[in-house]
């Protein structure tokens, strides 16, 4: 596939988004919030370190600032608007509202992302699990103390919802 | 600007043939920072990721031997087969940034950048890895450092691609450890990888971020393979141990740069090197 074009399509959240009148070395983050009007997806460091931007593509938690978007024509890309349906908020959201996981929020989609993640692969993490899932997202309000309760607030409620 | 995804290694190989300058992209990790910073502005890419033949495995007990494709994500090396054969190559991976940049980087981007922070890069030094390059109407082996030949300078060729590296299983105690400003998300101050041969009674110490390329320690090698007998479980004597650490600091050349100082660097090798030859003969 050859994306001289200019013209080149992504698939997010399950629908195909057509971005035009790019430059196609343009991060996947950029052309999220930039092109396709989706700012959920937040940009700080652009070098990999504070996971923000974290998205998941093909089923992998990836930092969108690092992946070239015009190389992600064939993949399957997930970001944080996908995750809630309309107004209500899924457990790991209400537990972040809940448990004051969220002081400043601009780490808060990538938190989330990552954390969703981690918790489609294992429903019930250990506390080094859930510390290392989280490694490559960095906040600087909370602590992390209030966002660990928060993950285990979202594992008991889902728990219960599927017992 | 152009952006090439081929799907198969020989539409890569055709693509990097007609383009021999092009810019390729496995993972993105080193250089789509260059990029977002304006460091770096390429005029055409070539986008490895969806090659499925640069993500191959073939583990080869016969020849007591492991080839790895170039574009597999450390997250594959974590556990598994390959960490059960070659947990020094494990311990490294798992030490590389975050879950989120451990889906991406390989040892083929690793490779490519030649940095000499890579964290695979002690591992492939140690064991002596030999790197597999193709182009389109050719293929070579070349050692590991013999491709390594100056701060992000590597011997590959205009057209050519970095499809695996070949690791041999060696049988005895390997290690990997690396000191940065915290557990995760660090690029190395200081890393080392230890390699001991019980067959063959040698050692291999290995070297990340303390040179222009990894260094490898062959003079402290030979020198406490006279020392000791490698091939059987030995106690090292604590004035052996020290002197081990010593001559590793003095086969390092490390500089002074925003990430720490040659000082420090030269004393983290040196505790590295005496911790890891430790643990390798307590078991």
Known sequence: MNSNSEIYSLTVNGKTHEVRDSWVGESLLYVLRERLDLPGTKGACEQGECGSCTVIMDGQAVCSCLVMAATAIDSEIRTVESLSVGDSLTEVQDAFVTEGGVQCGFCTPGLVVAIEHLLSQNPDPSEIEIKEAISGNICRCTGYGRIFEAVDKAVSVRKAKSS | ?283
Request: charged share 20%; aromatic share 2%.
């Open chain 2, 1 to 283: 600007m152009s952006v090439l995804v081929p799907r198969t290694l020989q539409d890569a190989l055709q693509a990097t043939a007609a383009n021999p300058s092009a810019q390729l992209i496995q993972g993105g990790t080193d250089l789509m920072v260059e990029i977002n910073f304006n460091h770096r502005k390429p005029t055409d890419v070539i986008a490895l990721r969806r090659v499925d033949e640069l993500k191959s495995v073939n583990i080869d007990i016969k020849n007591s031997q492991i080839t790895i494709g170039a574009g597999l994500p450390y997250q594959q090396m974590e556990h598994g087969e390959i960490a059960l054969h070659l947990p020094a190559l494990a311990q490294a991976a798992r030490t590389v940034g975050s879950p989120q940049i451990r889906s991406a980087g390989s040892i083929g981007g690793n490779l490519g950048t030649c940095s000499p922070a890579g964290d695979a890069l002690p591992v492939l030094s140690a064991l002596n890895a030999t790197v597999n390059l193709q182009s389109a109407d050719s293929s070579r082996a070349i050692s590991i450092h013999d491709f390594m030949v100056g701060v992000k300078r590597n011997a590959r060729m205009p057209g050519e691609i970095i499809v695996s590296t070949t690791l041999p299983i060696v049988s005895g105690w390997q290690g990997y450890s690396k000191v940065g400003v915290r557990n995760a998300m660090v690029i190395s101050v200081a890393s080392c990888c230890l390699v001991v041969d019980r067959i063959n009674g040698t050692i291999a110490v290995a070297l990340g971020a303390v040179g222009p390329t990894i260094i490898r320690c062959r003079e402290t090698e030979s020198w406490l393979a006279a020392q000791v007998d490698l091939k059987a479980k030995t106690t090292v004597s604590p004035n052996l141990l020290q002197e081990f650490g010593d001559r590793i600091a003095t086969e390092s050349k490390p500089i002074d740069d925003h990430r720490s100082t040659a000082a420090y660097r030269r004393h983290a090798v040196a505790v590295l090197a005496r911790r890891m030859l430790t643990r390798a003969n307590a078991q």
